[in-house]
């Protein structure tokens, strides 16, 4: 099994919420697919679990994501 820096794993990470933070900002709650999301992520679906426990844990930091960029940007 390959074993990345944990700069790689956190770039990984970072990358997952942004995709699924601009999926909730453009389609809501209901377009946070696993699947499509770390396709647009550039990963593949599988990889999902090692850098989230679940659907939810994603959906959470995609929102504080979301918030963060909101508080910067007014």
């Not at 999926?23 to 809501?28: L, N, V």
């Not at 396709?39 to 929102?63: I, K, M, N, Q, W």
């Amino acid at each position: 099994m390959a074993r990345y820096s944990t700069d790689h794993k956190e770039k990984t990470r970072a990358a997952i919420v942004d995709a699924a933070a601009e999926r909730i900002r453009s389609g809501g709650f209901d377009a946070l697919g696993v699947a499509s999301i770390m396709a647009e992520a550039g990963l593949t679906h599988g990889g999902f679990y090692a850098h989230f426990p679940s659907r939810d844990a994603l959906l959470a930091a995609a929102v504080i994501l979301l918030f963060l960029r909101n508080l910067t940007s007014t």
